[in-house]
């Protein structure tokens, strides 16, 4: 048994489970990076065997890394969930020792010089698979995984947690430990789910928020940048597990990951005041280190062509030190990144001014803009070009009012697009066809602005000439000349403490 997991028990069990959290949460790292390099042999001894073994082992290594990038989510997740770690820390010691005896077995296996390749897969699959029968390799690692998404579930405290399924995993984890000589752990302290708590908890969470739908969507087009920029955080940055705990009622809305997983940034909601905050977290050798800044604490700006670069204002110093550079792969993960942080930032109540800057994505050049009435609502159309890339996309803003600027919907417009793409409908009224909005605002229906049997988005204009002047965009030549953009909120200082679209 590793001794990530070994512990007494005390009669303050909930506090020695957050004195421990460290040591557990690094524990899961550990494992995740353990099966990622199982997951790499397993891909090598794969290239070096017939192909009539390949399905057996793609299915072993697809689960194997789906157990690597679980046991992260988890680890990140508790950062946030720290009051929920002690409900779920008697399940890690369930599973996290008899994971590690998989991931070892496996090694040593492939490892073994005194058989062929072949023979090696053949003894691995063969004795791994009848260690306890009706639990095949790949049966194994499925288990494994789906007892993982229901402690995040658990931890999470989703309405979808089924304490059941969980205990009939449980028992079977428990089976396999004892065939394989792991001693068995300690009781499940079942006084810490508390099935009642969560439902009040998700009864007020009637609707998902919109930022969880962004990045669900599937790219329309991938302009990639040709150089890679490196990713960091600059912090101040605590070891992991020893952020001081925050609220219970948190809302995870987005993760995304960098260079590999050794970055990685979640967008979170705290419920009692709806302010939403970041977690970054950079793995450093061994050890991994966690921040947590409010959105409202932070800036934005791209640096360079690669990179976002976060910053906040040390009081100590009286300066804007760095806190983050998150270098993306695609401009479009880049926007959708930078409307997201852009948006959240300006609804945040707790958030006192933006700078126009902020309002500006670098190295992109507006080729448009006009007032459109768009699902109701006046706002600010206009088109930006990546000077980067060539990617070019509609991006609307609130118009007016103390949101202003404030991004609603950005959609990325299709590469080559051909001449049925866009219909000018009448004297204001422009359709285009396969237009993909994601959308930056709780209010906004997308749906009401679809037309006609091919679903055409609707673009409105309040006046005939801008109407000409974007289908001419197009049609001809994408310059614009400046004299022909009207006056924007973007212009203008913007400060904001509420409001709505």
Not at 24 to 36: I, K, P, V
Not at 316 to 341: H, K
Not at 457 to 485: C, D, G, N, V, W
């Amino acid at each position: 048994m590793d001794p990530i997991l070994r512990r007494t028990r005390t009669p303050t069990a909930r506090l020695a489970a957050q004195q421990i959290s460290p040591q557990l949460l690094n524990g899961c790292f550990h494992e995740a990076d353990r099966a990622d390099l199982v997951g790499f042999n397993l891909q090598g001894l794969r290239n070096a065997l017939h192909e009539k073994f390949h399905p057996h082992l793609n299915g072993i290594i697809e689960e194997i890394y789906n157990t690597s990038r679980l046991l992260r989510d988890l680890a990140e997740q508790a950062q946030i969930h720290l009051s929920q770690l002690p409900a779920v820390f008697d399940y890690l010691n369930v599973i996290l020792p008899c994971l590690c005896k998989t991931l070892r077995d496996i090694n040593t296996f492939y490892e073994d010089k005194s058989m062929n390749k072949e023979h090696r897969w053949r003894a691995m699959y063969h004795k791994l698979s009848n260690e306890l029968p009706g639990t095949t390799l790949p049966a194994r690692f499925i288990m494994y995984n789906q007892f993982l998404r229901l402690l995040q579930d658990l931890m999470t405290r989703s309405p979808n947690f089924d304490l059941n399924a969980m205990e009939s995993l449980r028992i079977r984890i428990l089976q396999l430990r004892e065939v394989r000589k792991i001693p068995p752990p300690n009781p499940i302290r079942t006084d810490l789910i508390r099935r009642d708590e969560a439902l009040d908890f998700w009864n007020r969470e009637t609707n998902s928020h919109w930022a969880e739908a962004i990045f669900t969507q599937p790219l329309p087009s991938r302009r990639e940048f040709k150089v890679q920029g490196r990713s960091d955080a600059y912090g101040p940055l605590r070891k992991l597990g020893h952020l001081p705990p925050l609220s219970r009622d948190v809302k995870i809305l987005v993760k995304r990951s960098f260079d590999s997983d050794r970055i990685s940034v979640i967008f979170f909601l705290q419920l009692r005041n709806q302010a939403p905050s970041l977690l970054i977290r950079s793995k450093v050798a061994s050890q991994n280190w966690v921040s947590v800044l409010g959105v409202h604490e932070l800036s934005i700006r791209r640096e360079g062509e690669t990179v976002l670069h976060l910053s906040t204002w040390n009081t100590a110093e009286q300066r804007i030190v760095p806190w983050a550079d998150l270098s993306f792969l695609t401009w479009e993960e880049m926007v959708l990144f930078y409307c997201t942080f852009l948006c959240l930032r300006v609804r945040s109540q707790l958030t006192l001014k933006v700078s126009p800057a902020e309002f500006h994505l670098r190295k992109e050049k507006r080729l448009f803009q006009a007032q459109i009435i768009d699902d109701g609502y006046q706002h600010v159309l206009m088109v930006f070009e990546d000077t980067v890339t060539g990617g070019c996309r509609l991006h609307a803003a609130v118009w007016e009012g103390k949101m202003r600027a404030c991004p609603v919907w950005t959609a990325f417009i299709p590469p080559n697009v051909s001449s049925s793409w866009l219909l000018r409908k009448s004297k204001r009224c422009i359709w285009l066809r396969d237009i993909q909005p994601y959308v930056f605002c709780e209010t906004y229906r997308p749906i009401n602005q679809r037309r006609g049997k091919f679903s055409a988005y609707e673009l409105r204009f309040a006046h005939k000439e801008a109407a000409t002047r974007f289908q001419e965009l197009f049609s001809s030549s994408p310059e614009t000349s400046a004299a022909s953009i009207p006056d924007s909120p973007l212009d203008n200082d913007v400060t904001t403490t509420e409001g709505s679209q």
